[in-house]
């Protein structure tokens, strides 16, 4: 028997190999029935096999390929020493507010209420319970997550975690400490903001370079999930970098996130303010939102972004930044279609809606570097100003004093300005 199926493989292997390419099914049966023999006797077959493969577009590995094994423990108990070294710097932020007692209470029954009742028809309203403050008392009303920077205690998290005004914060740390923290500075156009506690010596985080990050990267969040599990841990990979996502919050707030990281990293509530870490340990986002509706869709800020907010409050005490000094609109396709415009990518510098919104602001940086209005602002740095990489996202990376390079479209010519940045005007 088994020398005629020998036979039969030998005589009709491209009957069987179409068979094959029709039905997975077909090659499972086979190889059940006769995989000792073939492997044996038709190491051929299979060489075959991988040939048609390749004919037909589907992908097949040749000699040359190599073959990457992967250490499955050695990434386990890296990411475990990641771990490991990293909790006792993340913290969760509780936050407490006098909210008022209110108490319930109904009116004394009276004898004369059936007779009143009776005549008039009031059905029992006058029963109902009335509410009545009796003060207020201090309760948990949220909380967060957020790590240390520095040994001397600043703290990042994001700024909807502590943008309560009559709240306090109380910082707890892994081991079961806690702090009065102070909010030193929140962004008004990133989620980002710093606090400090009093102390020395605290377990903290490094920073390391979003702009080197890919697609595919190992990365590992942490922070205290839905509020309730400290110290959570989740691990994935970079789903995406660049993305443009629009934030919103319980309340009804939005606000518009750019250049931001998207990981399949399970970022739940709770989480906002955590750290989301490369497998040496090093802080490469902070945990900001999730997509809602969807699985495994979560998104961090940048390091490089934060960092540089974090260093400007520990330099000056309050979160100073660069400016250009141009209003501008990002270029779409439609953007360019309707404007007959050369390119479909930069910056336009243009006026705003009222006229005291100038293209470019007298005396700015970009004035000095004599852009004006309808210039196109193609590339800072060698970066393309194309989708996920604004000009304002670019920009609030620099810092002040530095001198950055501009490839600029002016009437129709390419031309490259150089620019010294400054500090931003505070009613900017």
Do not use: C
């Not at 075959?48 to 073959?67: C, Q, R, T, V």
């Not at 998207?262 to 986002?285: C, E, R």
């Amino acid at each position: 028997m088994w020398g005629k199926l020998k036979t039969i493989l030998k005589h009709h292997k491209t009957t069987i190999i179409v068979s094959v390419s029709a039905s997975v099914l077909t090659i499972v049966i086979l190889i059940g029935i006769g995989g000792a023999i073939i492997f044996a006797n038709n190491v051929s077959w299979f060489k075959a096999i991988g040939s048609f493969f390749n004919k037909n577009g589907a992908p097949a590995i040749s000699d040359s390929d190599k073959i990457v094994k992967r250490d499955v423990v050695a990434e386990e108990s890296q990411i475990v020493e990641v771990v490991e070294k990293a909790s006792p710097a993340v913290v969760s932020i509780v936050v407490t507010k006098d909210v008022p007692i209110i108490e319930q209470r109904y009116r004394e029954f009276s004898p004369f209420d059936d007779f009143f009742n009776d005549f008039f028809g009031d059905n029992g309203s006058n029963r109902d319970p009335q509410q009545k403050q009796n003060g207020t008392e201090k309760r948990e009303v949220g909380g967060g997550s957020g790590f240390f920077i520095s040994a001397d205690g600043y703290i990042v998290t994001n700024k909807h975690v502590v943008d309560d005004e009559k709240a306090d914060y109380t910082v707890l740390t892994n081991d079961g400490k806690k702090f009065d923290a102070e909010v030193l500075a929140k962004d008004n156009t990133l989620d980002v903001a710093i606090l400090k506690v009093k102390g020395s010596g605290f377990a903290y985080l490094a920073f390391g370079d979003s702009d080197k990050l890919k697609a595919g990267q190992t990365v590992i969040a942490i922070g205290n999930a839905l509020g309730e599990f400290r110290n959570s841990v989740s691990v994935g990979v970079i789903s995406g970098l660049s993305r443009s996502v629009v934030a919103g919050d319980m309340f009804g707030r939005s606000e518009q996130l750019e250049g931001v990281i998207q990981t399949d990293a399970a970022i739940n509530p709770g989480n906002s303010g955590g750290p989301l870490l490369d497998i040496t340990g090093k802080v490469i986002g902070v945990n900001v939102a999730v997509s809602r509706g969807a699985e495994n869709i979560g998104f961090a800020l940048t390091s490089n972004t934060v960092k540089s907010i974090a260093d400007s409050v520990k330099q000056y005490g309050e979160i100073i930044r660069p400016y250009l000094g141009v209003r501008y609109v990002q270029i779409t396709d439609s953007i360019k279609e309707k404007n007959n415009l050369a390119v479909d990518y930069g910056a336009l510098v243009s006026r705003g809606e009222s006229p005291e919104d100038l293209a470019v602001i007298p005396g700015s940086p970009a004035d000095k570097a004599g852009i004006v209005e309808n210039d196109i602002i193609l590339e800072v740095d060698g970066v393309k100003l194309e989708q996920g990489k604004s000009l304002a996202s670019i920009i609030r990376q620099k810092g002040i004093g530095q001198t950055i390079k501009l490839k600029i479209l002016h009437k129709g010519s390419e031309k490259e300005v150089t620019v010294k940045l400054e500090k931003a005007p505070k009613n900017l």
